[in-house]
């Protein structure tokens, strides 16, 4: 029959036979059964076909033109006419005890990859937030492998009274590999030292912050540290922006509004400057010695950036960090030191092209989920949907 061909088009359910369908306000019912088949016994393995009875059991299914489907199933108890048992007809579309459709959680498990709030999608899907909950819950993120270059974060997420949380990531691969309840040295200890492979890692990428340089060294002595090239790159720009702030207080109101206005010049890549934007740059600096000074740090920075390599790299840096400490800048002079610290670590990221630009990413990511769903206190939950909206 054309029209029951074209039903089950629509419905793209296979095998089905579908015997009625009612459209009530907001909802379609859909009356329907499977097309009868044999059954193996699951007891004995007897082939059948015989029916003990019938009951209708009522399914969810993805909605129709964003009406609310229901599916009437009239589901066939079969009996074993060997050994008796009674069993249910097997029934592709449906798993055993769900009270919806296969398709259904296959769509609300798309949707949870999206940083969208479990509440919202749980209405899109006319169910609850717990059971939206539950079908997340359901999936079990297993860690593998520690990857070959490993990056290293933290992120404030505020979950079970802990403000930071530690995300671990394999940015070569795009792929986190854990979300950690804290960013604890022990926490972080215990959950590196479980894995078996750890000799497999050969790169830590981490940013100067956090203190994991040390950890990091006793868990992975082998391994080549780097330092997150956006990270230090950063630096320099805060500093700039500390010694404008500072220049900008000490100034009359009519300058101090010039000032606020050159925050995005002084920030901007000196090749992307217009010829506007370099004449009120030098206004500036004719009134602003620190700033003159902190600006030419930040081009130097710049060429260092620029180095063809390590070797390169190592010269300019170590002139840049003379040339800020005899700045007399103190925002540089700060900057100079960190740098001093970390500079085999900077150094390395000449070598190698690894960065924490795909953590970023996520933290990013994570932000957002966190301010759709109002916050997410529970760890668990909170660990399961990152590692749902990343992994995937
Ligand atoms: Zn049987």
Known sequence: MLYKDCIEKLLQLKDVIVTNIECTSGQIHVYLRM?????????????TSKVHDYRTQLVRDISISGYETILHLRKRRHVCPKCGKRFDEHIDFLSRYRQFTNRVNLQIYEQ??????????AEDNNMSPPTADRIINAIEYKTGKLPEVLAIDEFRGN????????????????????????RKHETIRSYLGRFRNRRDVRYVVMDMTGGYRNLMKDLFPW????????HYVRQINYAVERVRVEEQKRLS??????????????????????????????????????????????????????SDGRKEAAARLSKWIMDAQKSELKEFIKVSFTYQRWSKEILNSFEYPYTNGYIEGCNNRIKVLK??????PRFARFRRRIMHIMIN
């Open 35 to 47: 097309e009868q088949r044999l059954h193996y016994c699951p007891a004995c393995g007897s082939i």
């Open 112 to 121: 949870l990859k999206k940083c969208r709030s479990i509440k919202d999608i």
């Open 159 to 182: 979950a079970e009274g802990e403000k930071f949380q530690c995300i671990l990531a394999d940015p070569k691969n795009r792929r986190v590999i854990d979300i950690l309840p804290d």
């Open 223 to 230: 391994a080549t540290i780097i330092v997150d090239k956006y």
């Open 253 to 306: 109101d009519q300058w101090r509004k010039y000032f606020k206005r050159s925050k995005y010049l002084l920030l901007k890549d000196s090749d992307k400057l217009t010829r506007e934007d370099r004449i009120q740059l030098d206004n500036l600096f004719r009134i602003s010695e620190p700033l003159r000074k902190a600006y030419g740090l930040k081009q130097q920075f710049e060429y260092v950036k620029a």
């Open 371 to 376: 301010r759709v769903s109002f916050g997410m």
